[in-house]
């Protein structure tokens, strides 16, 4: 989520992250339980957004072929293609898809995309800085960064 090139296993949020106060961590944590965990696709990416104070917008995604390579950037573009390849065994997400995911926030969306789709494989996750030679159609949303949109742009199909 925060583009760390390497973290410790005992630590994921990098030794930069100050960490929270044990009691706010523990309150933190007890209302997370408490929360009814999303049931449905929809449920879950409406919690995603308000995680992150986000709000996603509906995208037209158009048709997508089992050969085509894709580069997303934006986090409603994201959760767009993440409905189309839901349940569709006709397509192969970690093959197929590259996204370009500069925020946190975006990048937390497109990491959720693997759990989501249940992938065997790791989802290929750029910043803008490390976007070169993409190939694959671009698809953007305008809830992209302009720099991530710019990359996701430039790739070749």
């Known amino acids: 989520v925060f583009a760390e090139s390497t973290v410790a296993e005992d630590n ?30 929809d449920l879950l990416l409406d919690a995603w957004a308000h995680a992150w104070e986000l709000r996603l917008s509906p995208f037209a995604l158009g048709p997508l072929t089992g050969f085509e390579r894709l580069v997303f950037a934006g986090p409603s573009a994201i959760a767009a293609v993440l409905r189309v390849f839901l349940g569709r065994n006709d397509l192969a997400w ?33 910043t803008h800085p490390q976007a070169h030679d993409l190939v694959g159609r671009p698809v953007v949303s305008p809830d992209a960064t302009p720099e991530d949109a710019d990359a996701a742009r430039r790739s070749a199909t």
């Open 94 to 126: 970690t093959e197929q898809v590259t996204l370009v995911a500069t925020p946190p926030a975006h990048r937390q969306l497109a990491a959720l995309t693997t759990a989501v789709l249940n992938a065997t494989k790791p989802t290929r996750v750029l």
């Open 12 to 41: 994921a949020f990098s030794p930069s992250w100050p960490g929270l106060h044990p009691v706010e961590a523990a309150e933190l944590w007890h209302n997370t339980l408490l929360r009814p965990e999303p049931r449905n696709l």
